[in-house]
């Protein structure tokens, strides 16, 4: 898999890294990656036409990883492999990067793709959870936390948990290690029954691993501030 660190000032992907995709099960990256073979090996105009859609995937990968990397404030390693996939699965080549966004970058705070997680990037700067990772590093979740802007902010988050586990937290005025929690009532919410409390509470954010946009891990025991119970 591909790797490039913060270092690089721009991503490239070239035909060798296209030629990847030509046998992949995806009907829409395959012929993608087809076309795009196929055109390079007519040359003349045809690897012309090449060369100027591999320049627009480059500009969307350089403008998404442009993004992250000032929200980031520290080095960190991106996977460019899923994101050139991704990228093919466009049913035409595109005439823009703006055709190419929203963007997904898969990144980490190291060399270890089993460590990485995917985002997904708008060309605006917008930038959420695409895929998590319950096996990110404690760097990794900072990584994300950071890029997210959650690193130190308090925020809302809600669970719905036993009596026995809720009680433990309003004694203690923490939350224990690995308890999954929310920023989204609804979702939490969902998770109710006749054995569970629901309850909100503010902690800092980088308390969790954002496995996705509703499901945050608690990284480590942490402070949770006004603490409420819901039902």
């Not at 403008?63 to 992250?68: C, L, N, Q, R, T």
């Not at 998590?132 to 719905?160: F, H, Q």
């Not at 948990?161 to 923490?174: M, N, Q, Y």
């Not at 946009?213 to 409420?228: G, L, P």
């Amino acid at each position: 898999m591909i790797s490039m660190t913060i270092s690089s000032s721009k991503q490239y992907v070239t035909v060798k890294d296209i030629k990847q995709f030509v046998s992949s099960r995806d009907r829409d990256v395959r012929i993608s990656a087809q076309s795009i073979v196929e055109l390079s090996e007519r040359g003349g105009k045809d690897a012309v036409t090449v060369d100027e859609t591999l320049g627009i995937y480059n500009d969307a990968i350089g403008i998404a990883y442009s993004i992250v990397q000032k929200l980031a404030r520290s080095r960190f390693n991106i996977f460019v492999k899923p994101t050139l996939e991704d990228l093919l699965s466009n049913e035409e080549f595109p005439e823009s990067t703006s055709d190419l966004f929203p963007v997904v970058l898969v990144v980490a705070a190291n060399s270890d793709a089993g460590d990485a997680i995917s985002l997904i990037v708008e060309k605006n700067g917008k930038v959420e959870i695409f895929e998590g990772n319950d096996m990110a590093s404690s760097d990794t979740s900072a990584l994300i936390n950071r890029i997210l802007g959650l690193d130190k902010k308090p925020v809302k988050v809600y669970g719905s948990h036993s009596r026995e586990i809720v009680d433990s937290i309003l004694d203690s005025g923490k939350l224990p290690s690995n308890l999954y929690v929310s920023p989204d009532i609804k979702y939490a919410s969902g998770f109710y029954g006749e054995d569970r409390v629901l309850f909100s509470g503010i902690i800092t954010g980088d308390s969790v691993n954002q496995e996705s946009h509703v499901d945050w891990k608690v990284i480590k025991e942490c402070k949770i501030n006004n603490v409420r119970i819901l039902n």
